[in-house]
């Protein structure tokens, strides 16, 4: 249990669909973060939210956005997405500068 | 754009033998995280370095930052099943910075 939960587990869409992945935490850390992990490559910054403000937008494209109604919950909206967008979407918490995140256990997104 | 590139790759070895595992960067980092991410989970943290020169030790890992603190590797001795996954190295480019820097990853296998 590392306090940071994200739902679904997994996703199946369609290139058309709406759909919302949620990330939930208990740590009362002040900073989350969305990242993508596809094969192949590193772990991609997507975003960041530091007091429930959007900090870093790291070049994502507008079919993605995210959602920080408060310090214990972050959503990503997705809409319109392509196939290459497959990938699991992790979301993490930090306690203050400097410190180690904590990690969800992702959501495994499939793009048909 | 810091990168951190690891090396090597991917590794499959024997239980009971020793590796070790790079991480290697042309930036400096103020301080440099280790983490294990296992299937269908995400990343966890196994430590922090943040002094030149340091090493730590976690019974069978053993961790070093380099002295200029632009490298880092781990290495682990007698190597078991349960060391099988995903470790990530991951840099904090400077004090106080929200974004971490995360390497290529390996993926090392353990064969019983």
């Known amino acids: 249990e590392t306090g940071v939960t994200q739902t679904p587990r997994h996703l199946v869409m369609g290139m058309t669909n709406k759909k919302s992945l949620k990330c939930e935490q208990h740590l009362g850390h002040n900073a989350m973060y969305w990242y993508k992990q596809s094969a192949k490559k590193p772990l991609e910054l997507m975003f960041v939210?530091?007091?429930?403000?959007?900090?870093e937008n790291n070049s994502v494209p507008s079919r993605f956005s995210p959602e920080c109604p408060n310090s214990s919950h972050l959503f990503l909206h997705l809409h319109t997405l392509q196939p290459e967008d497959s990938a699991l979407y992790l979301c993490a918490t930090q306690g203050g500068a400097g410190q180690p995140q904590h990690f969800g256990d992702g959501t495994r997104l499939s793009i048909l | 754009t810091q990168l951190l590139e690891q090396s090597p790759q991917f590794l499959s070895i024997q239980e009971g033998e020793n590796l070790t595992v790079y991480c290697n960067s042309s930036s400096v980092f103020s301080s440099l995280q280790w983490y294990r991410q296992e299937p269908g989970e995400g990343p966890v943290l196994l430590v922090t370095v943040v002094t030149g020169g340091e090493v730590k030790k976690l019974k069978r890992l053993t961790f070093q930052f380099g002295d200029a603190r632009k490298d880092s590797s781990l290495h682990i001795t007698a190597a078991q099943p349960g060391d099988t996954g995903l470790y990530l190295c991951?840099?904090?480019?400077?004090?106080?910075?929200?974004?971490?820097?995360f390497g290529t990853g390996t993926r090392l296998t353990i064969i019983p």
């Open positions: 939210y530091n007091f429930k403000e959007q900090t």
């Open positions: 991951a840099g904090y480019a400077n004090f106080g910075n929200e974004k971490l820097t």
